[in-house]
């Protein structure tokens, strides 16, 4: 299944999502996933969050994208949550469980899970309490 990451299937099952974490320790957050018509849960392994990393998604995600509006002479602002998430996502990953029978990762296990998948592991990592 690590061939290619399955997609995100359903984005609002709330009793996939832990309520709270030591920030300290290793975090497993289950994500329910379709992969060829089944349903698996799949559980992305983080390393311990520091400050420092968080500040730096922090200014990540408060970056702002200023590009042409629609309408002449104005400028429409964006900011970009979704690279700060995936960047933290790739900074704190240390593992996934339950994207096939593999006991072992492949060295680029990392680059073969999709970014919003790695995006929406990270926005329930950070909603809980």
Same mark, same amino acid.
Request: with cysteine.
């Given at each position: 299944m690590l061939e290619n990451s399955p997609r995100v299937a359903e984005h609002n099952n709330?009793?996939? $999502?832990?309520?709270?974490?030591?920030a300290s320790a290793?975090?497993? #957050?289950? &994500?329910? #996933?379709?992969?060829?018509?089944?349903?698996?849960?799949v559980h992305h392994v983080f390393g311990? &969050? @520091?400050?420092?990393?968080?500040? %730096?998604?922090? *200014?990540?995600?408060?970056?702002? $994208?200023l590009r042409s509006g629609e309408v002449k002479g104005s400028v429409?602002?964006?900011?970009?949550?979704?690279? *700060?998430? #995936?960047?933290l996502w790739n900074k704190l %990953?240390?593992? $996934?469980e339950g994207m096939g029978d593999e006991e072992e990762l492949p060295e680029d296990w990392k680059d073969r899970v999709?970014?919003? @998948?790695? %995006?929406? *592991?990270i926005q329930q990592l950070l909603a809980t309490e």
């Amino acid at each position: 299944m690590l061939e290619n990451s399955p997609r995100v299937a359903e984005h609002n099952n709330s009793s996939l $999502i832990p309520t709270e974490f030591d920030a300290s320790a290793q975090q497993r #957050v289950p &994500i329910k #996933v379709e992969y060829e018509g089944e349903f698996y849960e799949v559980h992305h392994v983080f390393g311990p &969050i @520091d400050n420092e990393d968080l500040m %730096a998604e922090y *200014a990540k995600r408060c970056t702002t $994208i200023l590009r042409s509006g629609e309408v002449k002479g104005s400028v429409d602002r964006e900011s970009d949550t979704f690279e *700060a998430d #995936v960047w933290l996502w790739n900074k704190l %990953a240390v593992g $996934i469980e339950g994207m096939g029978d593999e006991e072992e990762l492949p060295e680029d296990w990392k680059d073969r899970v999709e970014d919003e @998948d790695k %995006a929406y *592991a990270i926005q329930q990592l950070l909603a809980t309490e």
